[in-house]
Each structure stands twice: as structure tokens, then as C-alpha cells.
């Protein structure tokens, strides 16, 4: 079992920067592929980024160059950090977890994050 808790989240103006955190518990957080979804209303969830250990960092286009995924090992911490935001990137963010990190299948997930850009 693997807990997520997710924090960070809030209202900011469009052009703005927000840095998302994600707390693991349960599993030896360094063996896990962790990744960020999101889900805006009225809209289904959709894939923001994810970080496989040894096989790499990916991002979704439309966030491409605009968000970091990291990740401190020594804590228990994946982190999204949101710069140039837009009001599009409105959505409840999620942190997922999956114990393969070469073809993640995220089985584990956090309660969520409301982050809101105004324009």
C-alpha cells in the first residue's frame, strides 16, 4: 500500500508560479514511478507529468517547458512546480503512484489539489 497526500494547491493569477508537493508513505518511495494527473471540471482526467526513475521524465505538450517534476528521495516528496500558468491549467491535481516504474500502471492516489488561475 502506498499513501499520497498532496498539498500546495490555491488560487493564483494567470502568469503565476505555484510549486505542488506530494507526500508518500507506505512503499520505499524510491523504487516508485510517480506522476501528476489532472482533472478540470466537466472534463475527464488527463496526464500532466510523470517521473519513471532510470527510465526517464515526461510531460504532457500542453505543460511542456511550463512545469518541473522532482522528486527528493530523502523525504517522501514528488514536486510539481507550475510557472507561466494559465487559466486552462485550472483543475484538481492528483499525485499517482505505481511500483513499475518501466510501464507505470498508477494504482495508487492522493485525495487531490484545487489549484485555480484566474485571468
Known amino acids: 500500500q502506498v499513501q499520497l497526500v498532496e498539498s500546495g494547491g490555491g488560487l493564483v493569477q494567470a502568469g503565476g508560479s505555484l510549486r505542488l508537493s506530494c507526500a508518500a508513505s507506505?512503499?520505499?518511495?524510491?523504487?516508485?514511478?510517480m506522476g501528476w494527473f489532472r482533472q478540470a471540471p466537466g472534463k475527464e482526467r488527463e496526464f500532466v507529468a510523470e517521473?519513471?526513475?532510470?527510465?526517464?521524465?515526461f510531460y504532457a505538450d500542453s505543460v511542456k517547458g511550463r512545469f518541473t517534476i522532482s522528486r527528493d528521495n530523502a523525504k517522501n516528496i514528488m514536486y510539481l512546480q507550475m510557472s507561466s500558468l494559465k487559466p486552462e491549467d485550472t483543475a484538481v491535481y492528483y499525485c499517482?503512484?505505481?511500483?513499475?516504474?518501466?510501464?507505470?500502471?498508477?494504482?495508487?492516489w492522493g485525495q487531490g489539489t484545487q489549484v485555480t488561475v484566474s485571468s
Open positions: 499517482a503512484a505505481s511500483v513499475n516504474p518501466i510501464r507505470p500502471e498508477y494504482a495508487y
Open positions: 507506505g512503499r520505499t518511495f524510491s523504487s516508485l514511478a
Open positions: 517521473n519513471r526513475l532510470n527510465s526517464g521524465t
